[in-house]
């Protein structure tokens, strides 16, 4: 599917917790290994869109835990890879919820690295 319809996929979520960031899905069963980085990959097709995606730790509860804080469309690859460590050997069902995100510019994580840079050295220099 291209990444409109990706992205369509993951906002249908009415089984989920009531917020409002969408809902990143499994594309098919898998299985996690503990204390490794497991990568998780969505496949599309067609041009990437200039979107960031924040990952919000709304799932506390799981063995699981997305290890980034962005993920975004890799265009040469063509798809979205979810870097994920779990405390235990778990098995992802198809269609299984991995990760709340919010879709934000690109500017977005560039002006946090920037703000908290500067207030960094704003208290160093003080």
Do not use: R
Not at 62 to 67: A, E, G, L, N
Not at 101 to 112: K, N
């Amino acid at each position: 599917m291209n990444c409109e319809q990706l992205i369509k996929s993951w906002t249908n979520s009415t089984t989920e917790k009531k917020c409002s960031c969408c809902v990143i899905k499994v594309p098919m069963t898998i299985s996690l290994l503990p204390n490794t980085i497991n990568e998780i990959i969505i496949p599309f097709k067609g041009k990437t869109p200039c979107t960031v995606l924040q990952v919000k730790q709304h799932m506390s509860d799981k063995p699981w835990k997305v290890i980034g804080e962005y993920l975004y469309f890799n265009q040469s690859s063509s798809s979205v890879a979810i870097p994920i460590m779990a405390s235990q050997k778990t098995i992802l069902s198809k269609n299984e919820a991995i990760c709340h995100v919010q879709l934000m510019a690109p500017f977005g994580p560039l002006q946090a690295v920037k703000s908290t840079l500067l207030f960094f050295i704003y208290n160093i220099t003080k």
